[in-house]
């Protein structure tokens, strides 16, 4: 079974704070990939990185930054200096291969608002 | 460059009217195709995927269903829309196994009330 596990629902911050945004997942793929997106108020989904299971290298885009830890299962995605324009829904998912045909599971999403 | 398009962008339509949904992409052969559905409370729901014309995989029961007429075409339909169709839908695509990358790129999306 594949599941995503985004269990906080809500996160609020003051601009320029940091801020870690967890997920959790299961499966029993030994290959899978991993995604976070961004869901801004427009609504459309911002695709924000992939990381592929048999590549545990943290990664770091500007003030994102993604820790994957395969011994816990965890993808979490941290903002450094956070920002207004961040605010937005984050989504953590998991695609796995074989049998699942490549369909994406998410998680619930995260609301995060940064506020000035 | 690969890009989707998904129209309308909103849409209010009468309960038991019929619904038609069209997503087109471009710039790329065989993708995966699906429609999510995100009602509210943020969950996005996969409805259906598509791994090729004809092809439909439905993952829920409901009152929706989809057609892959063409490759890079893929379309929601009714034919009596329900209260509880009102949301926002997704379509996306992403690549074939074993063709590169593998995230979905989503359109911007339908925003459906069914009044």
């Known amino acids: 079974a594949q599941k995503v596990t985004q269990a906080q629902t809500e996160i609020s911050v003051v601009e320029k704070e940091d801020v870690t945004l967890d997920c959790v997942y299961e499966t029993r793929d030994t290959t899978y990939y991993l995604f976070w997106y961004k869901q801004p108020p427009s609504g459309e989904l911002v695709f924000l990185i992939r990381r592929n299971s048999f590549d545990e290298q943290n990664e770091i885009s500007g003030r994102y930054s993604w820790n994957f830890q395969k011994s816990t299962s965890s993808f979490n995605f941290t903002i450094t200096a956070s920002q207004v324009v961040d605010s937005a829904v984050y989504f953590c998912a998991l695609r796995g291969r074989g049998s699942t045909l490549g369909r994406l599971y998410f998680g619930r999403g995260t609301q995060l608002t940064v506020w000035p | 460059s690969q890009t989707i398009h998904q129209w309308p962008a909103t849409l209010v339509q009468p309960v038991g009217s019929p619904l038609s949904l069209e997503c087109t992409v471009e710039?790329?052969?065989?993708?995966?195709l699906y429609w999510y559905r995100q009602a509210a409370g943020r969950g996005l729901q996969l409805l259906f995927y598509?791994?090729?014309?004809?092809?439909i995989s439905s993952e829920v029961p409901q009152n929706l269903s989809a057609s892959r007429p063409q490759d890079r075409q893929f379309i929601l339909s009714s034919k009596k829309l329900l209260l509880s169709d009102s949301g926002f839908y997704l379509c996306?695509?992403?690549?074939?196994?074993?063709?590169?990358?593998?995230?979905?790129?989503f359109g911007q999306g339908t925003r459906l009330t069914v009044v």
């Open positions: 598509s791994v090729g014309i004809g092809q």
């Open positions: 710039g790329t052969s065989n993708p995966n």
């Open positions: 996306a695509w992403s690549a074939r196994e074993g063709a590169g990358d593998t995230e979905a790129f």
